[in-house]
């Protein structure tokens, strides 16, 4: 079975630094998709950023980055520039043949 | 586009009665799923439909939950009764599944928060 695991409960970083969020996972999939969802207090849970298992170079997204490494079984996302929006739950996800969540790391970004 | 749509977004009742949830997923998505999420926790699978089949409803408390997802577009959770512990956000999602278009990606809505007094 899936599991997708974030060891990380709560983290907090000073505005405009760097923070880097953990994630492991384990299958036995060889084709599967990764992904960094946010959560704002009471809102809409968003996609950060993807990743495609079967692509070695690391997704970007502006300030939002991966560290994937496909053979530790390793999904890591990088704020840099830290801002106060970015204060949320953030929930690492695995797309196979089913769809499963980690339990989610709550960033605060502070002032 | 369209995003995905749930109603209500909010809801209060008494425990015991029933409760109704609606999902419109975003057009053509084939894949639609039901979360249960507490405060501060990931969302919990309930169901999961591909086109108007349930594949996925091992997490269903059917004693007192039923969903139905008629021609396989738009959805509605229903609790009945509903007991002080159903209080939660509920979210609906929808993805595009199947060949190589299909990341699995899921699209949220913004969810229907539910209290049970």
């Known amino acids: 079975a899936q599991t997708v695991t974030q060891s990380q409960p709560e983290m907090s970083v000073q505005e405009a630094e760097t923070v880097t969020l953990s994630c492991t996972y384990d299958?036995?999939?060889?084709?599967?998709?990764l992904f960094w969802y946010k959560q704002p207090p009471s809102r809409q849970m968003i996609l950060v950023i993807r990743q495609e298992a079967y692509k070695q170079q690391n997704a970007t997204e502006n300030r939002f980055s991966v560290n994937f490494q496909k053979a530790a079984k390793s999904f890591s996302l990088k704020i840099s520039d830290s801002q106060l929006g970015d204060t949320a739950m953030y929930f690492c996800?695995?797309?196979?043949?089913?769809?499963?969540f980690g339990t989610g790391t709550s960033l605060t970004v502070i002032p | 586009e369209a995003g995905v749509v749930q109603s209500p977004r909010y809801k209060i009742i008494e425990k015991k009665q029933p409760v109704a949830f609606w999902c419109n997923p975003i057009s053509g998505h084939n894949t639609l799923y039901w979360y249960l999420q507490n405060l501060g926790q990931g969302p919990e699978l309930l169901i999961r439909?591909?086109?108007?089949?349930?594949?996925?409803d091992s997490q269903l408390p059917k004693d007192r939950f039923s969903a139905e997802r008629l021609k396989g577009v738009d959805s509605t959770l229903k609790i009945q009764p509903a007991e002080l512990g159903d209080s939660a956000v509920y979210l609906c999602?929808?993805?595009?599944?199947?060949?190589?278009?299909?990341?699995?990606?899921?699209?949220f809505g913004e969810g229907s928060r539910l209290t049970v007094l």
């Open positions: 439909y591909e086109n108007e089949e349930a594949v996925d």
């Open positions: 299958t036995s999939e060889s084709n599967y998709y």
């Open positions: 999602a929808s993805s595009l599944r199947g060949g190589t278009g299909g990341t699995g990606e899921l699209f």
């Open positions: 996800a695995f797309s196979g043949n089913q769809f499963y």
